[in-house]
C-alpha cells in the first residue's frame, strides 16, 4: 500500500485528515446530535443497541460517535492517519469508555478486508469514490455487510462535463503551493455562490475580514468552510449516476430501502441497502 503522507506530498491526494483534524475542533454536543439525526433518519431506527457499525473512511469520526450514541459497537477505519487521530481524539474527549476502535487502514486493501467481521450496518459516506478505484471499493464494501445488514453509503453525482470541470480543479489545488490554493477556493466559492451573489460577496468579505460569524452546523452536522475545502480539494475523485449504484448494489442481492440525491447537482447521492 502506497504511503498516504507521500501520496499527499507528490500532489496525488488531498489531505483529508488535516481537514478533519480542524474540523473536529468544531464537534460539540449540537453537531452529534445533527449527524445522529441524519443517521436516524436514513437508517429508519433510532437504537442499535446490540448491532455492529462499521465506518469505512471515518474521517473526523463524528458519525462514528453518532452511531456509539445509538448504542452500536463500532469499528472506524480511515486511510489517512490524520484522520485516525481526528477520530480517536474524538472518541477520546467523547466516548472513552465506549465499545469503539479506531485503525488506519484501507478498503482497497484485500487482505484487511478479508480479516474484518462482517458488520450490521456498513457505513462509508462520501468516501468510496476518493480512494482511486471507485467499484473496487464498493464491491469490498458491499462484501462486508452481514446476511439481514445494511449498507449505507453516498456517492458523488456524475453531471458529465462539469464533473470533468471539477476533476481538473481538484488536481490542480493538490499541485498548487497556499496561494493558488486559496485563488482555487475563493473562485470556486463564488463560483458555486453564483446564483445568490449578495450573499456569497458578504461571506467572502467576512471571511477576509476575519469578522465570520461562529460555525453555524449545516445538516448532517457538518461545516460549511470545511466541506467546501474538501470538496474543492478532494482527490483522487470519481463519479456515479444513481442507476449505476443502483444496479451495483441490485445485482449483487441487495435492495434498496432509502434515497436521497443532490437533484442532478453537486454532491453526493445518499443510498441505504439492505442485504437478505
Not at 67 to 72: C, E, I
Not at 253 to 274: D, M, R, S, Y
Request: aromatic content about 10%; proline content about 3%; hydrophobic content about 40%.
Amino acid at each position: 500500500m502506497i504511503d498516504c503522507q507521500t501520496e499527499i506530498s507528490e500532489g496525488r491526494r488531498f489531505a483529508f485528515g488535516q481537514n478533519w483534524l480542524r474540523f473536529g475542533t468544531l464537534i460539540d454536543e449540537e453537531r452529534i446530535a445533527g449527524a445522529r439525526r441524519s443517521l436516524e433518519t436514513a437508517l429508519g431506527t433510532t437504537d442499535l443497541t446490540g448491532r455492529s457499525f462499521l465506518d469505512i473512511g471515518c474521517g473526523s469520526g463524528l458519525f462514528s460517535l453518532a452511531a456509539v450514541r445509538m448504542g452500536a459497537r463500532v469499528r472506524s477505519f480511515d486511510y489517512d492517519p490524520d484522520s485516525v487521530r481526528a477520530a480517536g481524539r474524538l472518541r477520546q474527549e467523547f466516548a472513552p469508555d465506549s465499545d469503539w476502535t479506531v485503525q488506519r487502514a484501507s478498503i482497497l486493501d484485500t487482505e484487511f478486508v478479508q480479516g474484518l467481521d462482517r458488520a450490521d450496518v456498513v457505513y462509508s459516506w462520501g468516501v468510496l469514490h476518493h480512494t482511486g478505484d471507485l467499484w473496487a471499493a464498493m464491491e469490498a464494501a458491499q462484501g462486508l455487510v452481514a446476511p439481514g445488514g445494511t449498507l449505507y453509503v453516498s456517492i458523488y453525482n456524475d453531471q458529465g462535463l462539469e464533473s470533468r470541470m471539477w476533476t481538473a480543479v481538484k488536481r490542480r489545488y493538490n499541485e498548487y503551493g497556499a496561494l493558488g490554493r486559496q485563488l482555487l477556493l475563493t473562485g470556486s466559492m463564488l463560483y458555486l455562490g453564483r446564483h445568490y451573489p449578495l450573499r456569497a460577496a458578504r461571506q467572502f468579505a467576512d471571511r477576509v475580514q476575519g469578522t465570520g460569524s461562529r460555525s453555524v452546523p449545516r445538516p448532517r452536522g457538518m461545516s460549511r468552510k470545511h466541506d467546501l475545502v474538501d470538496w474543492v480539494g478532494g482527490y483522487p475523485f470519481q463519479v456515479a449516476a444513481p442507476e449505476e449504484v443502483f444496479a451495483f448494489c441490485r445485482e449483487r442481492g441487495f435492495t434498496l430501502h432509502h434515497l436521497k440525491t443532490c437533484k442532478g447537482g453537486i454532491g453526493c447521492n445518499e443510498f441505504v441497502f439492505a442485504r437478505a
